[in-house]
């Protein structure tokens, strides 16, 4: 059984940081694939950043490009959002999530593993 636990989360005005973790256990952690997504309130989960297993190789959505950055800590089962620059469009419900297989690392259904999400508010 995999497990992810996301933290890290809160409210922070427009400019502001924050770093979400992402603790995972239940599976070799330096062999997956990881990705963070978000959902804003009546909207689709969307993708938002993936790192590769070694973290090595990165890839953003253009609406964070330049602000956000994937890491990944494989001794500590952790991989990592830190987000600056933050705007009131970024607030939603954060997750990390494993991917497990098809093509697209940009596509939730994808990834078969998530975490319960943490909230992240940004204020105007």
């Known amino acids: 059984q995999v497990q992810l636990v996301e933290s890290g989360g809160g409210l922070v005005q427009a400019g502001g940081s924050l770093r979400l973790s992402c603790l995972t256990s239940g599976r070799a952690f330096g062999t997956v694939i990881m990705g963070w997504f978000r959902q804003a309130p009546g909207k689709d989960r969307e993708f938002v950043a993936t790192i590769s297993q070694s973290g090595g190789r990165t890839f953003y959505d253009d609406s964070v490009k330049g602000r956000f950055t994937i890491s990944r800590d494989n001794a500590k089962n952790t991989v990592y959002l830190q987000m600056n620059s933050l705007k009131p469009e970024d607030t939603a419900v954060y997750y990390c999530?494993?991917?497990?297989?098809?093509?697209?690392?940009?596509?939730?259904?994808?990834?078969?593993?998530w975490g319960q999400g943490t909230q992240v508010t940004v204020s105007s």
């Open positions: 999530a494993v991917q497990t297989g098809g093509e697209g690392y940009t596509l939730a259904r994808n990834y078969g593993y």
